[in-house]
């Protein structure tokens, strides 16, 4: 079983529509979650963060978290065309200097 | 967030020769660099722990020898890719530690062809 799972799609959703993308995770010393935004030939952009279980609000996204479940949500409420692009969730064990593991990214497409 | 840059983004070079590809951390002073190879329609995945000033450490699987860091100064870690092979042609992506020390910042990523 691999560390993080992730659907990779592909999505694709009217304009407007609300988007749910998810991942769960097999190893529960995972503290710190992240929802990367990955536009094609370009790096990952940081979205959001989260500090262990709970949900987290910035404008038109909503991060959730429930360690109890090893599930983490990203929510995109009134989706554009420009949210298309390669959505990946990261996670860690501490704060430190440590690199990420990364699900396999959902390929989303917001259809104007 | 901080602001980090690859150069080149894109080089082709001939099968057996060896690519440099630089990351620099253009406002932040980054002890620790990471780089990441992504496949089409994979994901990152680690290569190496790049730290200022000491050797990188290298994920399972990653020859060493053949992906040759070097973590010169705070702000720049070059990868170096020698005896390229055309099964080597992927993404690279380096990516730093924010003042939130979870946060990571990514580079534009190298696309790197191995003819």
């Known amino acids: 079983q691999k560390e993080v799972e992730q659907d990779p799609g592909p999505l694709s959703v009217p304009e407007g529509a609300i988007v749910s993308l998810n991942c769960t995770y097999s190893?529960?010393?995972?503290?710190?979650f992240m929802w990367y935004r990955q536009y094609s030939r370009k790096g990952p952009e940081l979205l959001m963060y989260?500090?262990?279980?709970g949900n987290k609000e910035d404008g038109r996204f909503t991060a959730q978290v429930d360690k109890s479940s090893k599930y983490i949500s990203l929510f995109i409420r009134d989706s554009q065309p420009s949210d298309s692009a390669t959505y990946l969730c990261?996670?860690?064990?501490?704060?430190?200097?440590?690199?990420?593991?990364f699900g396999k990214g959902t390929r989303l497409s917001v259809i104007a | 967030g901080a602001v980090v840059s690859q150069h080149p983004s894109w080089v082709i070079c001939k099968s057996g020769t060896s690519v440099k590809i630089e990351c620099r951390s253009l406002?932040?002073?980054?002890?620790?660099m990471f780089w990441y190879r992504q496949f089409p329609k994979q994901s990152l995945m680690l290569m190496a722990t790049?730290?200022?000033?000491?050797?990188?450490?290298?994920e399972q699987g990653v020859e060493k020898d053949k992906f040759l860091i070097n973590h010169a100064s705070l702000t720049l870690s070059t990868l170096t890719v020698t005896s390229a092979h055309p099964e080597d042609s992927s993404f690279y992506i380096c990516?730093?530690?924010?003042?939130?020390?979870?946060?990571?910042?990514f580079g534009p990523g190298t696309r790197l062809t191995v003819t």
């Open positions: 990261a996670m860690s064990r501490n704060s430190g200097n440590t690199p990420l593991v």
């Open positions: 990516s730093i530690s924010g003042r939130a020390s979870y946060e990571q910042y």
């Open positions: 190893n529960s010393a995972f503290q710190y």
């Open positions: 406002d932040f002073q980054a002890t620790t």
């Open positions: 989260t500090y262990s279980s």
């Open positions: 790049s730290n200022e000033g000491s050797k990188a450490t290298y």
